[in-house]
């Protein structure tokens, strides 16, 4: 008789009722991305670059690198109209604007990822018929910020779950051992809810599709819950087991269950072979327990939104759940093929938003994961210290979760912006 993996499924049910939900506002067009009040020309001659300058009531800056060129100040609004005087002097080689740098990524969709870095984005679903209004800026876990210290060196993060699919390239070539603790298939996921949170953590740094919060790590494929997202306590034991003998360093349960002496003892021997633990608090709205994430060795975690506010579905309570990160409306990557969540006409092929504590507990782990990274002879507890402590006090902190919203770049001891 299995035993039913209560937020594996009720996650699910979050998913596709928020997929079918229209928030309000639309995004309004990005601002320029140029950096006002000044320019970068490059003269034929450098002797002339004074004359040359003087005549448009500029004069010279300093040299840029090696590059040759100069980067001159002129009057904000008036970049474009001087680059075109510029272009037309015979005296000048080039004459351009000075962009503005911003994500350490160019995955077409990281603008969309506002759990790595929130800019007060707007965005879309997939399919365009969703809109997902603006947030609040910085309410996200600073990962560009922390890729600045490490992307993740080679850590193993197991996902335990429905599985990884293994026609997304965007997540497939990251998973480099499989186990199958049901009676699906091994190397496929026909529910999606794994692929969605393998992706989370470790989704190729590339220009397809989405960014992992720890793109340097790679991918334990545990497969505990079957085609409908169900599983059992024994399954979900056995593959505990099978990631730390596969030198995991972080397992993620994106699941809950009741509680049982049989996992309770997995979860230990894990713990105490340095492996740091995560699971999803659970989406009941309430403060009910779910296992593993309310046992002591394990980090259980809350859900927030784009505004840093607690989502309306996560489970809460600071007596026993650990931490926060963002999880609604999270990007990340699905199967290629038709599956359970995809909902009618298989609408999320690829990738699209989730949404439930299921999607918050892979940004904690993929965390752990980057601390690992930066301190590889760290003990589990140490690890686990770091995620904890260092995360931002939002409201809520201290009563709906111990600790506040999980920090990536202040876990890795990264210099805040
Ligand atoms: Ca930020
Ligand atoms: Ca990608
Ligand atoms: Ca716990």
């Known amino acids: ?139 996200d876990v600073d990962a560009v910020e922390a890729w600045s210290v490490t992307t993740g060196s080679n850590i193993k993060v197991a996902v335990l779950d429905s599985g990884v699919a293994n026609d997304n390239p965007d997540i497939n070539p990251k998973v480099v051992a499989r186990a199958n603790f049901t009676n699906g298939e091994t190397g496929d996921d026909n529910y999606g809810h794994g692929t969605h949170v393998a992706g ?33 306590s024994s399954s979900l034991a056995d593959g505990i087991n099978w990631a730390v003998s596969n030198g995991a360093k972080v397992i993620n349960m994106s699941l809950g269950v009741r509680a049982s002496r049989t996992l309770e003892t997995a979860v230990n021997n894990a713990w105490s072979q340095d492996v740091v633990l995560v699971a999803a608090a659970g989406n009941g709205g309430n403060q009910t327990k779910i296992y593993p994430g309310a046992y002591p060795n394990v980090i259980a975690v809350a859900a927030t939104d784009n505004n840093d506010s607690k989502a309306s579905f996560s489970t809460y309570g600071a007596s026993w759940v650990d931490i926060a990160a963002p999880g609604v409306n999270v990007y990340s990557t699905f199967p290629n093929h038709n599956f359970a969540l995809a909902g009618p006409n298989n609408r999320s092929l690829g990738y699209d938003v989730g949404n439930g504590t299921s999607m918050s507990s892979p940004i904690v782990a993929a965390t752990a994961a980057l601390v690992w ?45």
């Open 373 to 417: 990274s930066k301190n590889p002879a760290a003990t589990s507890a140490a690890v686990r210290a770091k995620v904890e402590s260092s995360a931002d006090a939002i409201p809520g902190t201290g009563s709906y979760w111990a600790n506040g919203r999980v920090n990536a770049c202040k876990a890795v001891g990264c210099a805040q912006p």
């Open 1 to 139: 008789m299995k035993r039913t993996v209560l937020a594996g499924f009720a996650a699910a049910m979050m998913a596709i009722g928020a997929l079918n939900s229209a928030a309000a506002g639309i995004a309004a067009p990005p601002e320029s991305s140029q950096v006002a009040g000044q320019i970068m020309v490059k003269f034929r001659d450098a002797r002339a670059a004074a004359g040359v300058l003087r005549r448009h009531g500029l004069s010279e800056g300093p040299g840029i690198g090696s590059t040759g060129a100069q980067l001159i100040k002129v009057p904000e609004g008036k970049e474009l109209n001087i680059i075109e005087a510029l272009s037309h002097n015979p005296g000048v080689e080039y004459a351009e604007p000075d962009e503005v740098v911003t994500a350490a990524t160019a995955d077409q969709y990281f603008d969309r990822q506002y759990a790595l870095q929130n800019t007060g984005q707007a965005f879309t679903n997939t399919k365009g018929d969703i809109q997902i209004a603006a947030g609040k800026p910085d309410a």
């Open 200 to 232: 989370i953590v470790a989704a190729s740094h590339n220009t397809q599709g989405v960014a992992g919060t720890c793109p340097g790590c790679t991918i334990l494929d545990g497969k505990v819950l079957n085609d409908s997202g169900i599983g059992s």
